[in-house]
């Protein structure tokens, strides 16, 4: 089946606006992670969700960064008044459910380019 | 933050050689785990080594774990210019669900 789809794969916009991030899981999987990779380093967790619900938000950054997944499938992550310094390639990944042994698939990646 | 840290930052080897990479890290973990990643985009799992176990296979990969020194190892044999990529170590801690990643090992293997 199809691995987790990410769009748009680069976005370039300019700072202060708002942009949106689109993932679509692997189908079945209720348990979805939004990553954070800036040049250089490796992936930074964001947020999880399990279901519909975000268990975990602790990952981002401060209150411009949103997340949501209404119908627990696909997630859209929103960011407004964007910063240059949000300048990254944002990650999501999948996974059948929560636990150590399920593997977390990732998707290919959004490149967000704040100018 | 980033978990664990590894070691070297860059290796260039010729075809055919072995490669080896180093991760440390600082807490208690519930497993390790293996990524590779090619052109600064998507993740591909390698393999995953539990906290209780010391040494696992898959192909030509073979990873070691040692909790006693927070480190583990990843041994590529036989590589192939394919096998050049950033590859990443990620630990899961008690959480059991969020990955923490370190810098990354940029490989590079001449043909």
């Known amino acids: 089946g199809a691995g987790v789809s990410q769009t748009p794969s680069n976005k370039v916009t300019e700072k202060g606006k708002y942009v949106e991030l689109r993932c679509d899981p692997i189908?079945?999987?209720?348990?979805l992670y939004w990553y954070r990779q800036s040049l250089g380093q490796g992936p930074e967790f964001l947020i999880y969700?399990?279901?519909?619900?975000?268990?975990?938000d602790s990952g981002l950054p401060n209150d411009r960064f949103f997340a949501v997944r209404p119908e627990g499938s696909v997630s859209t992550l929103k960011i407004q008044r964007t910063e240059r310094g949000d300048s990254a390639v944002y990650l999501c990944?999948?996974?059948?459910?929560?636990?150590?042994?399920?593997?977390?698939?990732f998707g290919p990646g959004t490149r967000l380019t704040v100018l | 933050s980033q978990q664990g840290e590894e070691d070297p930052q860059a290796l260039s080897i010729q075809e055919g050689e072995n490669a080896t990479m180093n991760c440390s890290y600082k807490?208690?973990?519930?497993?390790l785990q293996w990524y590779r990643q090619n052109s600064g985009r998507g993740l591909v799992h390698l393999i995953l080594?539990?906290?209780?176990?010391r040494e696992k296979h898959s192909g030509r990969l073979r990873v070691t774990l040692d909790t006693s020194k927070k480190s583990s190892s990843l041994l590529i044999t036989a590589s192939r210019a394919a096998d050049t990529a950033s590859y990443f170590c990620?630990?899961?801690?008690?959480?059991?669900?969020?990955?923490?990643f370190g810098k990354g090992t940029l490989l590079t293997v001449n043909p």
């Open positions: 990620a630990t899961l801690g008690s959480s059991n669900y969020k990955l923490t």
């Open positions: 080594i539990r906290s209780n176990e």
């Open positions: 807490t208690s973990i519930n497993n």
């Open positions: 969700f399990q279901g519909t619900g975000a268990a975990d």
């Open positions: 990944a999948s996974s059948l459910t929560r636990g150590g042994y399920n593997e977390q698939f």
């Open positions: 189908s079945g999987h209720t348990a």
